[in-house]
């Protein structure tokens, strides 16, 4: 730039910061390896990758046929983390705390946890352990395997609770593959799919399951109809369209969070806040602190209608944003916390969604709030 050296009018261009990416549709796989440093996350783009970076396929596991019906549905990248061997309830915690600093993930799936548990009751345990780390998190979502073949799925999804999940029943078999194996990986590939296609408020459901020619339960009108008010996702084969995924509910029961779409809109705001907004805390909490987080959501959410995400006519009738003295009392301050108060009105149901969203130094938080 000229140094302004004489009296004059002198044009500066200044251009706004460059807001950071926010991949979707990218899961973390955890299960069990024949080589690789156990709880240390690997990124794969390519399928390939697995073996080059772990080795063969471990006899008796699912993480493979997981990742590679992952990219034959549409997914370009995920992290597998390889579980040390011994107590499946131990090694899941430890994987699952190798993935706790990691922002770049939003899907969690854990195929081999049903090769290695071998009653329903440690099932429900490690599942519900992987729910609570996702909420724990607040930025990711887990994608469920139903136990296999004829089990009681409803009696598993009835020992499963919360948000940030999804079940997915029954198990898949691969082309080319004389076995059955859990659905999560291809799941993940249709989730991915989507959201590359059309964002993270578009429904993973009536998608074809790429790579699948058989279903272990052949799943009728009547079976779906008991499923799908209870939450669980059911996979099915239609004549000439193929096997599809036929459900988008979560395990919540909350009606706000019935739908994976829903929460994971949600999910997502609040990791854009994190990613975006990350140096809010240090600011001073003021009017100016407030203005910044209206004027960067409204930016935000307004991109999101325009993209179809939300409802209504206007970009006013598709959201609002809350951010002031009201939500932030000066006991809200003294705690160190900025309480933005949002709501959306999702494409899918039509009705608003109104949460708090909590930002602290240790980072964000999405709390169901009442309009």
Not at 358 to 365: F, K
Request: proline share 6%; charged share 20%; aromatic share 8%.
């Amino acid at each position: 730039m000229a140094i302004q050296q004489a009296p004059g009018l002198y044009r500066e261009d200044v251009f706004p910061a460059r807001r950071a990416a926010l991949p979707t549709g990218v899961p973390a796989f955890l299960g069990y390896t024949a080589s690789g440093k156990v709880n240390e996350p690997v990124r794969l783009t390519l399928f390939s990758h697995l073996a080059e970076a772990f080795g063969p396929p471990v006899e008796g596991g699912y993480l493979a046929a997981a990742v590679e019906g992952f990219f034959l549905n549409g997914g370009r990248e995920c992290l597998v983390v390889p579980l040390p061997a011994g107590d499946p309830e131990d090694a899941l915690e430890a994987g699952l705390a190798a993935l706790a600093v990691r922002q770049d993930i939003d899907l969690v799936c854990a195929p081999d946890l049903l090769a290695t548990a071998q009653t329903l009751d440690l099932t429900l345990r490690l599942q519900s352990a992987i729910l609570a780390h996702c909420d724990a998190q607040g930025d990711r979502f887990a994608i469920l395997d139903s136990v296999p073949g004829t089990g009681d799925v409803l009696e598993q999804r009835n020992g499963l609770e919360g948000e940030n999940g999804a079940l997915y029943h029954p198990w898949i078999r691969p082309a080319g593959s004389s076995t059955f194996v859990p659905p999560c990986g291809h799941v993940a590939g249709v989730v991915a799919r989507c959201d590359l296609r059309t964002g993270v408020h578009k429904a993973p459901a009536n998608e074809e399951l790429a790579g699948v020619v058989d279903l272990e339960v052949k799943l009728t009108d009547r079976d779906h109809a008991l499923l799908n008010p209870e939450g669980i996702n059911a996979l099915r084969a239609f004549p000439g369209r193929g096997i599809r995924v036929w459900g988008a509910r979560t395990l919540s029961r909350q009606s706000a969070w019935t739908f994976i779409s829903v929460r994971r809109l949600f999910l997502t705001a609040a990791r854009w806040m994190e990613l975006n907004l990350a140096d809010a805390a240090f600011e001073p909490h003021d009017t100016r602190l407030w203005n910044r987080i209206t004027r960067e959501l409204t930016t935000w959410f307004e991109g999101l209608f325009r993209a179809g995400a939300l409802k209504g006519r206007t970009a006013a009738e598709a959201f609002f944003i809350k951010c002031d003295g009201e939500t932030n009392p000066p006991e809200v301050r003294e705690a160190g916390q900025v309480v933005t108060v949002i709501g959306l009105a999702p494409s899918v149901p039509n009705e608003f969604v109104v949460v708090r969203i909590i930002h602290g130094t240790s980072g964000i938080g999405v709390v169901a709030a009442s309009a």
